[in-house]
């Protein structure tokens, strides 16, 4: 089989990446920068042969680092057969082979062409990298030759030497026949020995246990008996703690009643009666302190109302009228002051306008106040068709045109040429009439003659009519410019009769002298308006200032003072301002008056029921003491004693829900005389018998807790039981061990005897393979391999240069050795696809490290294993490239996408 052509549609860092439309050779060189994608382009081509594994793209190691579908196509050539795969991974894989045109689904499943070669066998054979070559040392070495001669290439099985060694050492490690070691088997021996020599003290052990276990059931008989009597005593100290503390508590609860003495006297007095008796006295004494206060206060707040007078009153009333003259005085000033400027400016108008009038020119007296009867609009406009009426008129008539320039030498021309042609017409007439001088003129020649003579004649008068068309001209041109001047004039005339009569109604005559004789009329036009403004504005400040004095006098008497409207508003401000303080004083002392009516009603009932109330509290404390002192101080003792015997039984109600059952059985007790009663501590008497039984409880509760600890110390020792079932377990483990070596002594042997069968059922055709390879590798210096016949079945070299077979190992050189593995590769690789189909080999920078001589006789091999099957050599190195490509290899570059 050969791969032809590829397209990568994404795998990995590869994308859109194909080999070209040329198909590819046996032979291909495959040439990229490390990180190409090298490595990845051998992982396509494989997955295009075996399928795509993982079968899931999230965790695939190849899947598109742009996140593309994941993908790619194969046109394989099997003989003069071609046929495409196609596979791509969504969310599971698929895969079709077109052959022949027909597309058939082969899923995710091998190729049938490449499945007597397994994919792990070829991902791990066919597939050779500079790594496997470059590492060969001793070790390494070793492990090439259980790698290729004990596994053909397989590196997920382990050397079959390797395992039966290990197998033999296990079983050496469980028993061996000798003295030697520490095998299992020896050291449970040991261990049963050690167990049989504890039974003794076990045994002891146990006859303790026992008599512990009879002194612990006594105790707690006796333990048992012992907390009965106490808890006996016990409820009845509970008994006594609480009559005896209520006894007491009744004693003094009647002790307290009897000082209280008769609670007839005690009802209706208060709480504290030397403080309500103090309390009482001083209502009293405020009582009469606030109606004095408030009758002080009306009294002052009276000389308030009494200062708003009814000039104030009128004041108020007016307020609005002097809010409104005090605005007008305001502005009074600067009215004044704008009227003196109104009057100033009225009199400079006045000069200028007779500084202007004096400047134009009048028909009788001159009156500048006439100019503003003149129209602005038609002055302006006479005025400007006057004067362009009178620049036109200044510029003149135009003269008369004069001739044309060479008029009369044209009308000469023209004269001339009607002669010439006249002249010439005439030799020909005579000639075409026979005249015997020119009898020797050919006719055509004469006619050419009065056919000049014509042409000549037309032009004499095309000549002699532009001539007169051209006097004509100048003298219609003379007649216009006349007519025009005339014209003119009659405007001039016109323009100025109009301008003349817009000035007479001012009584101004036009002067032609004054060219700027609208911009003066306007400017008095503007300054007598402007002056009419000013005299209209002057009256009305005048009529306002009149009524404003009028106006101010109103109020002279209100003022109390003849002054000025000025001084009149701020006077009148202030006298308003007083009216409202006062005005405002008054209200609130009125206001204030009302209230403290109200207060003073209210305090003279506070003081009656406050002298109630002390006549009441006197009367209530009469009878401890006719002293109101004393009799307070007495009261007070007695609703003490009282309210701390009612204290008393309320708190042993609350705590106490039984009381009167445990009064009861106080009762009962006084009542039987018992002997309690009369003791004078019966608790502690009781608590004390307690605490002794408490104690000797304590000593025999000590003394089982030691038997406990000693019981419990014999429970965690060895039992006599527990010592006779380890011996069982111990020897029935002996028994497995020396079975177990058995099998595995048994296992060895095995494993040993397979390996050597398979090593001469396939070494042979391998070594011999090898040695074929071998002999161009070293120039024939070796030509044969054999594995040596003992347990370790090292690899032996032979041949010229060594005439004795050398182990492949040191001090063989690295060279020498790498040219071997290479050798044995190659034969593996011929002997696994034997009688199938020949699969592609994959050779990774494998000759980068030889040196020129070694590395062509390593490239003489890829090309002899290129004619049965096809080679792909990856390389970053541009040597290698142009060395396979003169060999006929094909060449695809991986670069950028």
């Known amino acids: 089989m050969r791969i032809r052509r590829v397209e990568v549609q994404a795998f990995g860092r590869l994308e859109n990446r194909c080999s070209g439309d040329a198909p590819m050779g046996n032979l291909v060189v495959i040439e990229g920068r490390n990180e190409a994608g090298k490595s990845t382009l051998f992982e396509f081509l494989s997955s295009m042969l075996y399928g795509l594994y993982p079968t899931a793209l999230d965790r695939h190691p190849y899947a598109p680092w742009t996140g593309a579908e994941m993908g790619g196509t194969a046109w394989i050539g099997l003989g003069?057969?071609?046929?495409?795969?196609?596979?791509?991974?969504?969310?599971?894989?698929?895969?079709?082979?077109?052959?022949?045109?027909?597309?058939?689904?082969?899923?995710?499943?091998?190729?049938?062409?490449?499945?007597?070669?397994?994919?792990?066998?070829?991902?791990?054979?066919?597939?050779?990298?500079?790594?496997?070559?470059?590492?060969?040392?001793?070790?390494?070495?070793?492990?090439?030759?259980?790698?290729?001669?004990?596994?053909?290439?397989?590196?997920?099985?382990?050397?079959?030497?390797?395992?039966?060694?290990?197998?033999?050492?296990?079983?050496?490690s469980l028993w061996r026949p000798d003295r030697r070691g520490s095998p299992k088997v020896r050291l449970l021996d040991e261990e049963i020995r050690a167990v049989s020599a504890r039974r003794p003290i076990a045994r002891g052990r146990a006859e303790e246990r026992r008599a512990a276990t009879d002194r612990l059931n006594e105790l707690e008989r006796l333990l048992e008996s012992a907390r009965s009597t106490r808890a006996d005593e016990q409820r009845r100290l509970e008994r006594l703690r609480q009559l005896v503390p209520l006894r007491r508590e009744r004693t003094a609860i009647r002790r307290l009643r009897e000082r209280a003495g008769d609670p007839a006297r005690l009802s209706g007095l208060p709480a504290d009666p030397v403080a309500e008796l103090a309390r009482r006295r001083e209502r009293v004494v405020e009582a009469e302190a606030a109606v004095a206060a408030a009758r002080d206060e009306i009294a002052g707040l009276n000389v308030d109302v009494d200062a708003f007078t009814m000039t104030h009153r009128v004041l108020l009333e007016r307020e609005p009228e002097i809010d409104a003259l005090r605005a007008r005085t305001a502005g009074a000033e600067p009215r004044r002051i704008r009227l003196a400027a109104i009057e100033q400016e009225i009199r400079g108008l006045d000069r200028r306008l007779d500084d202007e009038a004096d400047r134009l020119t009048w028909r009788g007296s001159q009156d500048p106040t006439a100019v503003a009867s003149i129209p602005a609009a038609p002055l302006a406009e006479?005025?400007?068709?006057?004067?362009?009426?009178?620049?036109?008129l200044a510029e003149g008539a135009p003269a008369p045109p004069p001739a044309p320039p060479g008029s009369p030498a044209l009308r000469r021309l023209g004269v001339a040429a009607l002669g010439l042609a006249l002249s010439v017409l005439l030799v020909a007439v005579v000639a075409l009439a026979g005249a015997p001088a020119l009898a020797d003129l050919p006719p055509l020649a004469a006619g050419a003659l009065g056919a000049f003579a014509i042409a000549v004649a037309a032009g004499a008068g095309a000549l002699l009519q532009i001539d007169r068309r051209t006097r004509r001209a100048a003298r219609r041109a003379h007649t216009a410019a006349s007519e025009h001047l005339a014209r003119r004039r009659e405007a001039e005339e016109v323009a100025r009769l109009v301008l003349e009569s817009l000035l007479t109604q001012a009584g101004l005559e036009l002067d032609p002298a004054l060219e700027d004789l609208p911009e003066r009329v306007r400017r008095c036009r503007q300054w007598v308006r402007d002056r009419t403004e000013r005299h209209?504005?002057?009256?009305?400040?005048?009529?306002?200032?009149?009524?404003?004095?009028?106006?101010?006098?109103?109020?002279?008497?209100?003022?109390?003072?003849?002054?000025?409207?000025?001084?009149?508003?701020?006077?009148?401000?202030?006298?308003?301002?007083?009216?409202?303080?006062?005005?405002?004083?008054?209200?609130?002392?009125?206001?204030r008056i009302a209230h403290l009516d109200t207060v003073v009603s209210d305090a003279e009932a506070r003081l009656a029921a406050a002298r109630e109330g002390l006549d009441t509290v006197l009367e209530r404390l009469r009878p401890f003491d006719p002293d109101p002192e004393t009799a307070a101080e007495e009261a007070a003792r007695a609703l003490e004693h009282a309210r701390e015997a009612d204290s008393r039984e309320e708190r042993l109600r609350a705590e106490l829900p039984d009381l009167q059952v445990l009064e009861q059985e106080i009762d009962r007790a006084e009542a039987a005389g018992e002997p309690w009663l009369t003791d004078p501590d019966p608790v502690a008497a009781l608590q004390a018998a307690v605490d002794r039984r408490t104690d000797t409880i304590e000593g025999w509760l000590a003394e089982g807790t030691a038997l406990q600890e000693r019981i419990a110390a014999n429970r965690d020792a060895e039992t006599l039981d527990e010592l006779e079932g380890e011996l069982a377990r111990l020897r029935d483990e002996r028994a497995r061990l020396r079975r177990e070596h058995d099998r595995l002594w048994v296992l060895s042997q095995l494993v040993d005897d397979a390996d050597r069968k398979v090593r001469e059922l396939h070494q042979p055709e391998i070594l011999r393979l090898a040695g074929e390879h071998l002999v161009p590798l070293t120039e024939g210096r070796y030509d044969r391999l054999e594995v040596a016949d003992d347990r370790r079945r090292s690899l032996q070299v032979s041949g010229p240069a060594a005439p004795e077979p050398l182990e492949v190992a040191s001090p063989l050189s690295t060279g020498t050795r790498e040219q071997i593995y290479l050798a044995l590769r190659m034969a593996l690789v011929r002997h696994l696809d034997e009688g199938g189909t020949r699969l592609p080999l994959f050779l990774d920078e494998i000759l980068v490290n030889w040196d020129p001589h070694r590395r062509d006789r390593g490239l003489d091999l890829i090309e002899v294993m290129a004619r049965e099957r096809q080679v792909f050599l990856f390389t970053c190195h541009p040597k290698m490239v142009e060395l396979m490509v003169a060999r006929g290899a094909s060449h695809w570059r991986l670069g950028p996408a």
């Open 80 to 172: 003069e057969e071609e046929v495409a795969v196609t596979r791509r991974l969504l969310s599971s894989p698929i895969g079709t082979l077109t052959r022949e045109g027909r597309v058939e689904s082969i899923r995710n499943d091998t190729l049938d062409f490449v499945d007597h070669v397994p994919r792990k066998v070829f991902r791990e054979v066919f597939a050779l990298s500079l790594a496997e070559l470059a590492g060969l040392d001793d070790a390494g070495w070793e492990a090439v030759e259980d790698r290729i001669l004990g596994r053909l290439g397989a590196t997920d099985l382990r050397p079959a030497r390797e395992v039966a060694a290990e197998l033999e050492n296990e079983a050496r």
């Open 382 to 392: 006479a005025w400007t068709r006057w004067t362009a009426a009178r620049r036109e």
């Open 536 to 591: 209209l504005e002057a009256e009305s400040l005048r009529h306002e200032l009149a009524a404003l004095d009028r106006d101010a006098d109103a109020f002279d008497e209100i003022a109390e003072s003849e002054v000025g409207p000025a001084a009149l508003g701020n006077l009148l401000q202030e006298r308003l301002r007083e009216a409202r303080d006062r005005s405002i004083a008054a209200r609130k002392a009125e206001s």
